[in-house]
């Protein structure tokens, strides 16, 4: 049996189980996106103030003690995740630059709401303290309460927003 | 022998090792995103409309797997569960930062992690929504004092849901399982019944017959979980260390 490019859901979804069964094993904590994306926010901000970044309530502890905010876990899982996803791509021949949308709407249109989900993504995620893998798979492993009213509440708000954005995709 | 598992907590590996080890374990989380069909910003969206319900059963799977082998490597005495780090309960801003979440993610098409991975296989929409995420967590990182009070609020410790419903743990693994197999059943019908043949997910017979003998393996270590005393081996008295912004003298336990 050959899987092709896109494999069947749950051969899928238990690799995706094992890297983070392998971060339990390994490194007692799980995977995760978004930890990595705040730090790097924290480094850029850091380079152009500072000061100021030092003592930000949300930002001040990535640099206690002199700690550099990129010297972390998940920022290693980050980088891991960039090379695994190209290779990936590159052994299928699926390698290409493009903008991905439904065919009812324009390539700028597409991206402009990108851009506006990604901003509520990024504020969501600091407010949950994680994203989807960080806080709603690993969470979900591990059977805590929050993670699972986060999963609940993603595909909630999901469905309640899908209709006013139906021509993007659809 | 002491157990020796989590590695980089009992000492078996350094903490630069555990660094590095990092990367091959997100390779592998990569790859498998790819693969999973996650790279696409479509095929995400097309799960708030039924059209594709490939990301919550890959969910389901992974969340499953995870929580077989960890609390499975505990029962059988191989990692140390007190080590691992458990994340916290607050359960309103969890609540409402899932709401958001979703929002975004049907208007981006993408969260975080898949948009890494869309970044890699050159995909423009996966940057700019990553622009888009880091601009978000700046906005919350600068503005925290406006909603730090409610990002700290409504804290309930390493909350599970064994805990939440006073049943034992095993009993619960089984639950996720059931609860895992029968969304995963009725998301398919209802896809098939709205979308019929228009619908993107493939039925080929050996894909079935292989992930039919992978939940049906997946039910009977939920049924072994069911029937195993758990009780004994969590000590429900350890505190789980604050992992994101401690607050001042907040100290809560779980319930």
């Known amino acids: ?170 | 022998m002491d157990i020796a598992a989590p590695f980089a907590k009992t000492g078996v590996i350094s903490a630069a090792t555990n660094l590095w080890l990092a990367i091959p374990i997100g390779i592998i989380f990569g790859y498998a995103l790819f693969h999973a069909g996650f790279t696409d910003s479509r095929r995400i969206a097309w799960a708030f409309y039924f059209k594709d319900v490939g990301v919550p059963v890959v969910m389901f799977s992974a969340i499953v797997t995870g929580m077989l082998g960890l609390w499975g490597l505990s029962l059988a005495g191989l990692i140390d569960i007190s080590l691992v780090y458990m994340l916290p309960t607050y359960l309103l801003p969890m609540a409402v930062g899932g709401v958001l979440f979703g929002i975004g993610m049907v208007i981006g098409g993408y969260c975080p992690g898949t948009a890494i991975a869309a970044i890699a296989t050159g995909k423009i929409d996966g940057v700019v929504f990553i622009g888009g995420f880091l601009l978000g967590s700046m906005v919350f990182g600068d503005f925290f004092p406006v909603w730090g009070d409610f990002y700290n609020s409504d804290y309930m410790g390493a909350f599970r849901l064994d805990q939440w419903m006073g049943i034992g743990l095993g009993p619960t693994v089984l639950l996720i399982v059931i609860i895992a197999i029968v969304g995963t059943v009725s998301m398919i019908f209802v896809q098939d019944f709205v979308w019929g043949a228009k619908n993107t997910l493939s039925k080929s017979r050996p894909f079935m017959k292989l992930q039919g003998a992978l939940v049906a393996a997946a039910i009977v270590i939920g049924v072994v979980f069911a029937f195993f005393p758990t009780e004994s081996f969590i000590d429900d008295s350890v505190e789980t260390p604050y992992y994101i912004v401690p607050k001042a003298g907040m100290r809560g336990a779980a319930p």
Not at chain 1, 69 to 85: E, T
Request: with cysteine; proline share 4%; aromatic share 12%.
């Open chain 1, 1 to 170: 049996m050959r899987f092709g490019t896109r494999w069947p859901p749950v051969p899928a979804g238990i690799l995706i189980g094992i890297s983070m069964l392998l971060a339990f094993v390994v490194a007692g904590r799980g995977i995760g996106a978004s930890g990595a994306m705040t730090r790097l926010v924290a480094w850029v901000q850091h380079s152009l103030f500072p000061v100021a970044t030092e003592q930000s309530a949300y930002f001040g502890r990535y640099f206690a003690d002199g700690a550099h905010p990129l010297n972390d876990y998940v920022v290693f899982i980050l980088v891991g995740l960039l090379v695994g996803a190209f290779v990936a791509a590159w052994l299928s021949g699926e390698l290409r630059v493009e903008v991905l949308r439904g065919p009812n709407i324009s390539n700028r249109n597409r991206l402009l709401l990108a851009l506006l989900g990604g901003i509520l993504t990024g504020f969501a995620a600091r407010l949950a303290r994680g994203c989807t893998s960080g806080q709603g798979l690993v969470g979900g492993a591990e059977l805590s309460v929050g993670a699972w009213v986060f999963l609940l509440c993603i595909f909630a708000g999901g469905w309640m927003a899908a209709w006013f954005v139906r021509k993007q995709w659809i």
